[in-house]
């Protein structure tokens, strides 16, 4: 198969002119990509606060109300009802009017003065997310807030108390990249690659069909050219655009988002148009085996679902059955997931990414060769 | 007018069953994705690598390690000198917590004054809250396993109702399954509309006494079915495989659902009237599809959502849906509890269709 | 061997489609020697693009053999491609460039050199009678232009073949007549040979050769001079006031070899045009039958073809394959 780079330098141009003056289709590109960055960046946390608690307080003491006020202090939780029983409570609970109650004894003051108090917390099983903030926020706060009990009744007794305040072992934390877990940070680096990876398939994979259905293929198919200038030829252009919004939901994230970069943003750049080239590719790759429009979208629709779900992005890979696992080993966005937080956020170099970038390389490669044999050059 | 609507839907079903692959693709294809994300996705965080500085190296320090093996939380992966190489290797990505266990830690346990460092990977948050919270309650419970007699005042009582076990799959499957089935009723109006449109058969259709609401209607219909035959699939499957109980009354979910269905149905005409091609159909179908698993409450939680993702939420019936299905599926609740998202979906069901249905008209003409 | 530019031997085309198939080409052969202006007529779906495809190497080859230039076309498709120019009958330009990003294009695919291009474009813009559009987007043009366009974009690098399909299709008569008279020069300067379907009776006229393709076979093969010397008699035309009763009479007549439709008109072949004649008026008068403009016309292809395309029916029912058919209506362009 010859290669010609004639050929190729005026397919490129004609796909660059085709681009720049279909402002619509700029205009569509970029403001889905923003659009989408802005709804699942805002929407992607994990962390609930304010969850809706309904306070059976039984005690009606100043220290059962300090347990409440601690218990809103946090942040966690917000006391929306009051009720007067377990019974109300789990019914509030069944109507989904709270995810939380909270039942105080009778005698919670006396029971905390004799180091054998108690307190009930119900949580709504049925929410996942609520569950598990509401547990680890009541465990936390009911500790600090015993702690602070005792330490108060010590003082008060004038006993010394213990230097380290109750547990032989205490556990100091140092959270690396992000100190304060800000979902946010943690979210965008991957999010960004989500949406290109989605954007990048979906468009390669129209193209191809779109010129076929126009009948301006049948005009270049009866010119020398070979497959793989024409696929070289829709990649390129394509490229550049798509780095273009990478380029910019990355200055979102920094400037917008105020999600710090800590790494080399040149190695970055050139690990983002690797990235998309491979995406690209894939999305050529379906092209190049549908046969009308509504195929080639359905494909990239399944595609983009097993992307969001499937890399690693929300849910962990770890654990994954193999299927999934291996599905999720197709999606490039799985490895670039890794290049981007390991530079984005942790600020590493080329030393610790080069194992992705090496793979991604190949399927670039991979692909852009699996379209090339795929495209026919005759009309059936 | 019955009897036109009733041709017409005749005509849908016979279409329908023209593209046999399309109905089993879709019916057997959703039983498929379930399945298959069903066992991918969960959020319990286990077997989390973890490396370890132990610069104690004593029977006090190993000890306290074991607490960390015995649980199936952690996966020691690495041994390190120092907190240096620790951070190194949460660096490279090939741990993700490390714990660092100063040289003095023997001594200072018997004083009741020991302190261990640990080593979070921030970079990955939705994780690492799991993992720091389980690290710290194995610490905490190895500290009071050392001292028992130094507990706190208060004793916390915490009981998760309805999924003790917090078996994922409950989680999971009740909120998937109206997920798919939104899915569906999505691609399937989108393409029985843009179809005809595209096929220049509306013109024809148009020339006869139709009338558009028995035209969408009769469009409707066919696709109600398969959509409720969806629906029954998905869910025999997630209860059959899974093993997630059913708890409610079926009867109940079943009209619900169906309702639904119908709000889907009515969404996914909307999207196709306002569409000039069928790609474009599907690309506004697949993007309201993945934006409504962020904002519904399916994939994160509602409450953080600022002002306008809710109300971007409201617009959607899966917002509404979702608790009902957790409602009847995991809590067995009945109607009397449920008013406030049912009378909301039935509102918003009626809202759309009235929308739709105007759409749909002035699209006509 | 072979020293013709293109030629086509047993040509067979079949599609299949869910679980028929169709036959669009079913043993077709040809040969346009290098020079020629060979023109392929025939109704909708008689093959005609189908076999211009498969020549090409648009299209795979059932069974046969076709070639162009020496060059077969399933095995040689690019040798082709770079001596041939093209349009296709759905043709389309990239619409969104401009006339001359449309020029540079078609000339940097086809690998032509930058000095080549500086000399050629403007001579074929000038040719195409686009020099003052250069700036136009290609999708903003007439009808007619765009077909110019087309043509010239597919002269760019100087083919010793053209191959059009249908190429004024839809266009108005003068740009039609325009279009021809270029197709004319180029092969008077250039000594090209062209290739073209045209669905048009009277551009049939304007080839070296014409041959009439009717399902999927080339039923005659000609020059346009020849072909109507097959057809036997001379022609009359005329309007009647009744039609039918007309025909009828005339079909009945002594001497009348053929009686075709023409709209309102009929044509009468005689063998004799000055007995017939006054017969043919006697006997419409005595019936009532008033004419208007009686008079012998010239045998034009459209008559010669239907006249083809009814004697071939006719062998094809003898020998039993095809149904009765009655009449073949005189709608061909």
Redo the contacts between chains.
């Keep these: 198969m010859?290669f010609?780079f004639?050929?190729l330098?005026?397919?490129i141009?004609?796909e660059t002119?085709?681009i720049l003056?279909?402002r619509r289709f700029i205009m569509l590109f970029l403001g889905?990509t923003f659009v989408?960055l802005f709804?699942?960046s805002?929407?992607?946390?994990?962390?609930?606060?304010?969850?809706p608690l309904a306070v059976v307080d039984q005690s009606q003491d100043s220290t059962s109300r300090a347990?409440v006020r601690a218990l809103v202090n946090s942040q966690y939780f917000d006391a929306t009802m009051y009720l007067g029983d377990e019974v109300q409570a789990?019914?509030a609970?069944?109507?989904?009017q709270v995810k939380a109650a909270l039942i105080i004894p009778p005698q919670f003051a006396a029971s905390?003065?004799?180091?054998?108090?108690?307190?009930?917390?119900?949580?709504?099983?049925?929410?996942?997310?609520?569950?598990?903030?509401g547990?680890?926020a009541?465990?936390l706060v009911?500790?600090s807030?015993?702690?602070q009990?005792?330490a108060e009744?010590v003082a008060l007794t004038g006993a010394i108390p213990?230097?380290?305040g109750?547990?032989?072992?205490?556990?100091?934390?140092?959270?690396?990249?992000?100190?304060d877990?800000?979902?946010k940070?943690?979210?965008i680096p991957g999010i960004i690659g989500m949406i290109l990876q989605t954007l990048a398939v979906?468009q390669a994979a129209?193209f191809l069909v779109r010129d076929r259905e126009?009948?301006?293929m049948?005009?270049?198919?009866?010119?020398?050219?070979?497959q793989l200038e024409l696929i070289l030829s829709k990649m390129i252009p394509l490229s550049i655009l798509c780095l273009l919004a990478f380029g910019i939901s990355v200055g979102l994230g920094i400037f917008w988002f105020g999600v710090p970069f800590h790494g080399n943003i040149f190695l970055y750049f050139w690990m983002a148009l690797l990235f998309l080239a491979s995406c690209l590719g894939l999305g050529l790759v379906i092209s190049t085996r549908a046969r009308t429009?509504?195929e080639a979208?359905?494909s990239s629709?399944i595609f983009?679902?097993f992307g969001?779900?499937?890399t690693g992005l929300?849910?962990?890979r770890?654990?994954?059955?193999l299927?999934?696992?291996l599905?999720?080993d197709i999606a490039p966005l799985t490895y670039f997931l890794?290049i981007s937080?390991?530079i984005y956020?942790?600020g590493?170099g080329l030393e610790?990414v080069w194992g992705d970038a090496l793979i991604l390389a190949i399927y670039t490669l991979i692909v852009v060769f699996i379209s090339a044999k795929n495209f026919k050059?005759?009309?059936? | 007018m019955l009897r036109r609507t009733w041709a017409i839907t005749q005509k849908e079903f016979i279409q329908l069953l023209h593209f046999p692959i399309v109905l089993i693709g879709l019916t057997v294809g959703v039983a498929l994705e379930l399945i298959l994300f069903a066992f991918a996705i969960h959020n319990n965080v286990t077997h989390v690598p973890m490396v370890i500085s132990d610069q104690s190296r004593s029977e006090a320090s190993s000890s306290y390690l074991n607490a960390f093996t015995d649980s199936a939380d952690f996966d020691i992966v690495a041994m390190v000198p120092d907190q240096a190489g620790v951070i190194r290797a949460i660096d490279s990505g090939q741990a993700s917590i490390g714990l660092v266990i100063p040289v003095d830690f023997a001594t200072r346990v018997q004083q009741k004054d020991a302190n261990v460092l640990m080593v979070v990977d921030g970079s990955d948050s939705f994780d690492a809250q799991s993992a720091y919270g389980n690290a710290a309650a194995i610490s905490q419970q190895y500290a009071i396993s050392l001292a028992p007699q130094q507990l706190s005042p208060l004793e916390s009582h915490i009981q998760i109702l309805y999924n003790p076990d917090l078996e994922d799959m409950w989680f999971i499957v009740p909120g998937f399954g109206a997920f798919l089935l939104y899915g569906i009723a999505l691609k399937l109006t989108a393409f029985a509309i843009v179809r005809e449109r595209e096929a220049g058969t509306i013109e024809a259709l148009l020339v006869t006494p139709i009338r558009p609401i028995e035209l969408m209607l009769g469009k409707m219909i066919p696709n109600l079915c398969v959509a409720i035959l969806n629906l029954v699939l998905t869910y025999s499957v997630g209860m059959l495989i899974f093993g997630v109980p059913f708890r409610g009354s079926l009867l109940l979910f079943s009209a619900l659902a169906s309702l639904f269905a119908i709000g889907s149905l009515g969404l996914g005409l909307a999207i196709s009237s306002v569409s000039q091609s069928q790609v474009q159909a599907n690309q506004l179908a697949s993007l309201t599809n993945i934006a409504v698993m962020f904002v519904s409450g399916f994939m994160f939680p509602v409450y953080n959502l600022p002002l306008i993702l809710r109300a971007f939420g409201y617009i959607m019936p899966m917002t509404f849906f979702l608790p009902i299905v957790n409602g009847i599926i995991t809590k067995g609740v009945g109607l009397n509890d449920l008013w406030t998202p049912v009378l909301s979906l039935a509102a918003l069901t009626i809202i759309i269709f009235y929308f739709s249905a105007r759409s749909f008209r002035q699209n006509l003409d | 061997m072979n020293q013709f530019a293109i030629s086509a031997t047993n040509l067979v085309k079949e599609f299949k489609a869910n679980k028929s198939v169709v036959t669009a080409v079913n043993g077709l052969s040809l040969q346009v020697a290098p020079g020629e202006t060979y023109g392929l007529i025939g109704p909708d779906g008689a093959g005609k693009t189908t076999t211009m495809r498969v020549t090409l190497g648009l299209l795979s080859r059932t069974s046969g053999e076709s070639s162009v230039l020496g060059f077969d076309s399933m095995n040689d498709m690019y040798e082709i491609r770079k001596r041939v120019g093209y349009i296709a009958q759905q043709f389309s330009l990239p619409p969104t460039l401009t006339v001359m990003e449309n020029m540079l294009f078609f000339a940097g695919i086809h690998s032509v050199s930058s000095e080549q291009q500086k000399k050629r474009i403007p001579e074929l813009l000038e040719f195409a009678g686009l020099s003052d559009f250069t700036g136009r987007l290609a999708g903003k043009l007439s009808g007619g232009m765009k077909k110019k366009l087309a043509l010239a974009c597919s002269l760019i690098h100087e083919p010793q073949v053209v191959m059009l399909d249908e190429p004024t299709l839809g266009v108005d008569p003068v740009s039609r007549r325009e279009f021809w008279n270029l197709l004319g020069n180029l092969r008077a300067e250039k000594g090209l040979t062209i290739f073209v379907c045209t669905p048009y009776m009277d551009e049939a006229e304007r080839c070296t050769r014409v041959g009439l393709i009717y399902d999927g076979k080339l039923i005659v093969d000609d020059s346009p001079a020849n072909i109507k010397r097959l057809i036997p008699g001379h022609l009359l035309e005329f309007t009647p006031s009744d039609f039918d009763a007309a025909r009828k009479l005339c079909t009945a007549l002594e001497g009348v070899l053929e009686v075709q439709t023409y709209g309102e008109k009929l044509h009468v072949f005689v063998d004799d045009v000055a007995t017939r004649k006054t017969q043919i008026e006697a006997a419409l008068t005595s019936r009532g039958i008033t004419q208007d403009r009686l008079r012998e016309i010239e045998v034009r292809m459209e008559e010669a073809f239907i006249t083809l395309i009814r004697q071939h029916q006719e062998s094809v029912e003898l020998k039993g394959a095809l149904p009765q058919k009655s009449e073949i209506l005189g709608d061909v362009r």
Aim: charged letters at 20%.
């Design positions: 010859q010609d004639q050929r330098g005026a397919l141009r004609k002119i085709q003056r279909d889905l989408q709804v699942y805002y929407a992607a946390s994990r962390t609930v606060y304010h969850l347990f789990k019914d609970i069944a109507k989904g905390v003065d004799q180091h054998a108090a108690n307190f009930l917390m119900l949580l709504d099983g049925s929410d996942q997310f609520a569950v598990r903030s547990y680890s009541a465990g009911a500790e807030f015993g702690l009990m005792s009744s213990s230097t380290s109750g547990l032989p072992i205490n556990t100091s934390t140092q959270i690396l990249y992000n100190p877990l800000n979902d940070w943690f979210v979906e129209i126009w009948g301006i049948e005009q270049i198919l009866a010119t020398p050219v070979r429009q509504f979208e359905t629709l983009m679902l969001l779900l499937l929300f849910y962990p770890t654990g994954m059955p299927i999934p696992q599905i999720g890794r937080r390991g956020m942790k590493v610790f050059m005759r009309l059936d």
